[in-house]
């Protein structure tokens, strides 16, 4: 049992998906940074980026140069595979949809890794992957530092906003 566990892990434990409700990063008090708004449209942007909103952020099963832009990177394939196919993130995509509820609205990203050896950057799957982990404890126990708290709410929004204006 313990052979088919480490083997499962090892085959499919980059195949998670991170979930964020934009409620709970909302600016606390003056100064805090907030979620940048996206655009609704070609010339509209969304009024407000927190109420009803989620973020799921999915790996690509790519890793990329971040330093370069988006549409001259050149993208490697990594774990996990089935990512990369086309029909299984319209599937996946159709099944957030289906399952979400009709007054929530899901925004979905397929990021890309961090190339080894390459600059650390905010819009990186594992940059955002750190951030998140440093952030949850904040949210699911209570009384922790303010500016700890304050700290990781700050860096998860800044991979967050990095991601949404980073797609190509």
């Known amino acids: 049992m313990h052979e088919t566990i480490d083997l499962l892990y090892q085959l499919y434990s980059a195949e998670g998906f991170h979930l964020v409700e934009h409620l709970l990063l909302r600016p606390q008090q003056n100064g805090d940074p907030f979620l940048a708004p996206l655009f609704v449209n070609e010339t509209e942007r969304e009024q ?19 330093s370069r832009p988006p549409n001259t ?3 490697t394939p990594v774990t996990p ?12 995509e159709l099944m ?6 009709a007054h929530l609205l899901p925004r979905i990203y397929w990021v890309d890794q961090q190339a080894p050896e390459t600059p650390d950057s905010p819009a990186s799957f594992d940059h955002f ?3 998140y982990f440093n952030w949850l404890p904040s949210i ?27 797609e190509p």
């Open 48 to 66: 407000d980026p927190y109420s009803q909103r989620l973020s799921l952020i999915f790996p690509s099963g790519y890793a990329r140069d971040f």
């Open 81 to 92: 595979d089935r990512f990369r196919d086309v029909e299984f993130r319209r599937h996946a």
């Open 140 to 166: 699911l126990i209570p009384g922790g530092a303010p500016a700890v708290v304050r700290s990781a709410r700050a860096a998860l929004i800044q991979s967050l906003n990095a991601i949404a204006h980073d």
């Open 129 to 131: 992957e750190n951030a």
């Open 96 to 101: 957030v949809q289906q399952a979400c509820p």
């Open 73 to 75: 990177a050149i993208r």
